[in-house]
């Protein structure tokens, strides 16, 4: 079974290919390894994938479709998981064109490759941040979404309405997974545990955004890439029962279905931040301010759905997620 993972150098698409390759897959990944942040973190991901046969790296951006195209023909994939995009909320405020490029032409281009190339399943990156102004918690796929936020959520969920058309209109069954905040080893450094976990150690101040009053459903990476890799196994099928009118948003007479992925129990930020200071034995120093733009307040997933799809169960609470992520910085960065 041959797999495509895109955005292979990022994180979450580490960890995935990781999970592919001591599955026994022929794994093949991509990624642009832009600046977005820290190259050399990324570099260390793929140095580590890079040491099994099983693995193949093209350094490529999604927004080519020429280049994208030509790794589809070269090796015939059957999953593809696509994890590219241009993260981060705050980002995209001052910089748009780079969610532009990476999440609507970059996706869009990914749905051409899976068209021509006969993909058997497309399971894509979606994110909680869709939900937006919705207040109601938890939040669920059946919920509206059409109030973003922020333009990376406008763009995350542009990509499940494209995805949507290719499979009313090509029969490709695809799946977006709305990702509730991750976290773990080999995380993104422009993610809240990283940068309190990085600015405790050096005893700077961290920014406590809408006076600790946030609650966020950190879910840790590997609870996340087993969800991933479950559902990947369940392609969806044409249902030519289902009514716009009595169905859920998330599923479609199309070969489509949306579903969230999150550990479904949401968490105090002044909590986790208390876990990180006791994995570090040091108190932060902390300013409190108020909610930033483009932030909600909670996030909680009901992941129902998922779990009756897969049996997913998120396993690990956050004092031992934290604790896994502080011994890994420490040892990465020799602190």
């Known amino acids: 079974m041959r797999v495509l993972v895109?955005?292979?150098?990022?994180?979450?698409?580490?960890?995935?290919?990781?999970?592919?390759?001591?599955?026994?897959?022929?794994?093949?990944?991509?990624?642009?390894i832009n600046d977005y942040y820290d190259v050399n973190l990324k570099k260390a991901r793929l140095s580590h994938l890079n040491n099994y046969k099983n693995f193949n790296f093209y350094n490529v951006d999604i927004s080519c479709l020429d280049t994208l195209n030509s790794v589809f023909i070269k090796h015939s994939f059957?999953?593809?998981?696509?994890?590219?995009?241009?993260?981060?909320?705050?980002?995209?405020?001052?910089?748009?064109?780079?969610?532009?490029?990476?999440?609507?032409?970059?996706?869009?281009?990914?749905?051409?490759?899976?068209?021509?190339?006969?993909?058997?399943h497309l399971v894509y990156a979606s994110s909680s941040s869709v939900y937006g102004?919705?207040?109601k918690t938890p939040f669920e796929t059946a919920d509206s979404v059409d109030h973003p936020v922020s333009l990376y959520a406008a763009t995350k969920k542009s990509n499940e309405l494209m995805s949507h058309s290719y499979s009313h209109l090509y029969g490709i069954p695809t799946t977006g997974l709305r990702f509730f905040t991750v976290y773990g080893p080999w995380?993104?450094?422009?993610?809240?545990?990283?940068?309190?976990?990085?600015?405790?150690?050096?005893?700077?101040?961290?920014?406590?955004n809408n006076n600790g009053d946030m609650w966020r459903d950190f879910t840790y990476i590997d609870d996340i890439v087993e969800g991933v890799v479950r559902i990947a196994d369940v392609i969806p099928t044409r249902n030519d029962?289902?009514?716009?009118?009595?169905?859920?948003?998330?599923s479609s007479s199309a070969p489509y279905a949306v579903y969230n992925i999150g550990h479904g129990s949401p968490i105090n930020l002044m909590a986790f931040i208390s876990e990180i200071e006791d994995a570090l034995g040091i108190e932060a120093?902390?300013?409190?301010?108020?909610?930033?733009?483009?932030?909600?307040y909670k996030t909680y997933a009901d992941t129902s759905d998922l779990f009756e799809a897969t049996g997913y169960t998120p396993k690990v609470g956050v004092k031992e997620g934290v604790a896994a992520f502080v011994k890994w910085y420490k040892e990465f960065y020799n602190k």
């Open 6 to 32: 895109t955005g292979a150098a990022g994180f979450v698409g580490a960890a995935v290919s990781q999970k592919y390759i001591n599955l026994g897959y022929e794994v093949v990944g991509v990624d642009n």
């Open 78 to 120: 059957e999953i593809v998981v696509h994890l590219a995009a241009q993260a981060g909320v705050r980002y995209s405020i001052d910089n748009p064109a780079a969610y532009a490029n990476s999440n609507l032409v970059g996706h869009l281009n990914i749905l051409e490759c899976c068209r021509h190339n006969k993909v058997a």
């Open 133 to 135: 102004l919705n207040e």
């Open 187 to 208: 995380g993104r450094p422009d993610m809240a545990p990283f940068i309190f976990t990085k600015k405790i150690l050096n005893g700077e101040t961290i920014d406590i």
């Open 241 to 250: 029962e289902w009514k716009v009118e009595t169905g859920t948003p998330a």
């Open 285 to 296: 120093k902390k300013n409190y301010r108020e909610m930033q733009a483009g932030d909600v």
